[in-house]
């Protein structure tokens, strides 16, 4: 076995008998898969709440605008501004995200599975408050070291909506999720055997978002400006080798600044396209650390005008190097 390539018994090349092949997959690839869970985590809950709850954006709160030619609803209810009998709302939320790392000698492969439910209630027509909790699933094939990364986590986040005016609100939300992770890979050296790991992770995250809606008769249009911070500590762990692999720190910080277009059609179904754009100004790096990323979607809102509404929406993250993330996504609200 010569210093610059290694093969184990499956037949699997390696670039190199050390570097990355010979490293943990959470060394390499966590600060890339970390800052996608906490992306479609934070994101979920702020997109997903003020999807339904915040002005003009509430459960058939375009409906009643648009078929009463009226005052903006009461935010996070069905109902116009003033009438204010539905004070509690329940959601639940599914979501896949598949993420590609496709850079030379650092190729990975996966995705993640998150699903959410949430309570909130409407102290005034103006401030809302509620609970999300939350688990995720992530499975990645991490080819630089023929292994495997896998992590369940577990979220608890408060967050609330304020209506500004008519026009504007603030949503704001902060969490804790708890992050196990379990590895593998095949070691380079010597007798090629499966080496195995566990670590346990905090990760902590904030965001803050104000946003802007307007109806123009059955055209609706939306805007948004935001901020997330999110850090993890990922305890350190020694692998079945008696490899130590130390304690790291990982922080991302991203401004978002993100716009809409739908149209109304019978005061009932709602298509409609988005875009956002993500500046990183505080990123841990690694081999992907591109600042910049562009998220471009596509979905639609359905609303029963009793109280039920409904979210289906995709989205494909462009301009970061080396980095394909699409993902889908599904909600229901029911308020009463």
């Not at 499975?139 to 609330?160: H, I, K």
């Not at 692999?245 to 991203?254: A, H, Q």
Request: proline residues 1%; charged residues 20%.
């Amino acid at each position: 076995m010569d210093a610059t390539s290694c093969t184990d018994t499956s037949g699997y090349s390696y670039t190199a008998c050390g570097g990355d092949s010979a490293k943990a997959g959470t060394t390499v690839i966590g600060a890339a898969t970390a800052n996608a869970a906490v992306s479609q985590t934070v994101g979920l809950i702020s997109a997903r709440v003020s999807q339904f709850s915040r002005t003009a954006k509430a459960p058939g709160g375009r409906a009643v605008a648009a078929a009463t030619k009226g005052p903006m609803v009461a935010l996070g209810t069905g109902s116009a501004a003033g009438d204010g009998d539905n004070k509690v709302g329940l959601w639940a939320n599914g979501s896949w995200t598949r993420v590609q790392g496709n850079k030379s000698a650092v190729q990975f492969d996966g995705h993640i599975w998150t699903a959410m439910i949430g309570g909130d209630y409407m102290f005034t027509k103006d401030f809302i408050g509620g609970l999300a909790l939350g688990y995720e699933n992530s499975q990645y094939d991490t080819a630089f070291n023929n292994g495997n990364t896998d992590s369940n986590g577990y979220t608890v986040a408060p967050y609330v909506i304020a209506r500004i005016n008519d026009t504007f609100s603030v949503d704001f939300n902060v969490g804790y999720t708890r992050v196990d992770y379990d590895l593998d890979r095949i070691d380079p050296v010597g007798n090629l055997n499966k080496v195995t790991g566990d670590a346990d992770s905090n990760r902590w995250f904030g965001a803050l978002n104000l946003n802007g809606d307007w109806n123009v008769d059955s055209v609706t249009l939306g805007a948004n400006i935001g901020t997330l911070y999110a850090r993890e500590d990922r305890g350190s762990f020694t692998e079945s080798n008696t490899t130590v692999v130390e304690s790291e720190n990982i922080d991302l910080g991203r401004i978002n600044v993100g716009g809409r277009a739908g149209y109304l059609f019978e005061d009932v179904f709602e298509p409609y396209v988005s875009a956002l754009l993500e500046y990183d100004y505080a990123n841990e790096k690694s081999a992907y650390d591109d600042r910049v990323g562009v998220v471009l979607g596509l979905g639609f809102n359905v609303f029963s005008g009793e109280g039920f509404s409904a979210n289906v929406e995709g989205t494909t993250t462009e301009a970061r190097s080396g980095l394909d993330i699409w993902s889908v996504n599904a909600t229901v609200r029911y308020d009463f």
